[in-house]
Every structure is written in C-alpha cells, then in structure tokens.
Nanobody, 127 residues
C-alpha cells in the first residue's frame, strides 16, 4: 500500500528558508514516476489549499501566494518529492502535506485528483 512520509518542517524566522521532503513507499519506481505529486497546506481555522504540484513530465504549477518563492521538485530514483521554500513569511505558517494523484481521490486541484496523503509536517514562520 502506498505511503507518504513528510519531513523537514520546523520553525524559522521571517525571510528564512526551509526544505520539505516527502518519501513515497509502496510504489515501484516506474509507477511513482508516472504520478502527479503535490504539496498542500492547512493553517489553523482555514481550509486546506494547494501549494505546488509537479507532473510526471516535470512540469510544475504553483499557487499565487508562493510563486517565485517556492520550488517543487522530485527525484524519481529515490521516490522522493521536495519543496524548497525561500523568503518565508508568517502567513506561510501551516501544516504541510504531500499528496499523490489517485483515480478515486477526493481532492481536486489543477484538474488532478489527489487521494494519497502524508501525515503532515508543521512549518512555523515567526516575525
């Protein structure tokens, strides 16, 4: 069964940087490389929102609030997804989740169904 595990969260000051990782297991290397993967976040009292996504061909998409600051990438040899976050702001504070495309996923973003989720990693940006 597919499993996603995030790491790399923590606390940083306004303007700092952080890199999140998401290790996928339960996939063959070929299957993982064919998946669209995404990063989402949820702040207290707010709905979960899409942050960044990367398709199987490496094309990327970003939510407007993070464009120019965040970079999503993947290493298919390691079945790992990354999110490099620069120029962090207090409003970036949230629980960050990685997600994988699945045919019966209930979350739609950018025309993609996301149905597998990690447990999340907390990112806190202080002013």
């Amino acid at each position: 069964q597919a499993q996603l595990v995030e790491s790399g969260g923590g606390s940083v000051q306004d303007g700092g940087s952080m890199r999140l990782s998401c290790a996928a297991s339960g996939y063959t290397g070929y299957t993982y490389s064919k998946l669209c993967m995404g990063w989402f976040r949820q702040a207290p009292g707010k709905e979960r929102e899409g942050v960044a996504a990367i398709s199987s061909d490496g094309s990327t998409s970003y939510a407007d609030p993070v464009k120019g600051r965040f970079t999503v990438s993947r290493d298919n040899a390691k079945n790992t997804l990354y999110l490099q976050m620069n120029s962090l702001k207090p409003e970036d504070t949230a629980m960050y989740y990685c997600a994988a495309n699945s045919p019966d996923g209930r979350t739609w973003w950018l025309g993609v169904r996301f149905g597998y989720w990690g447990q999340g990693t907390q990112v806190t940006v202080s002013s």
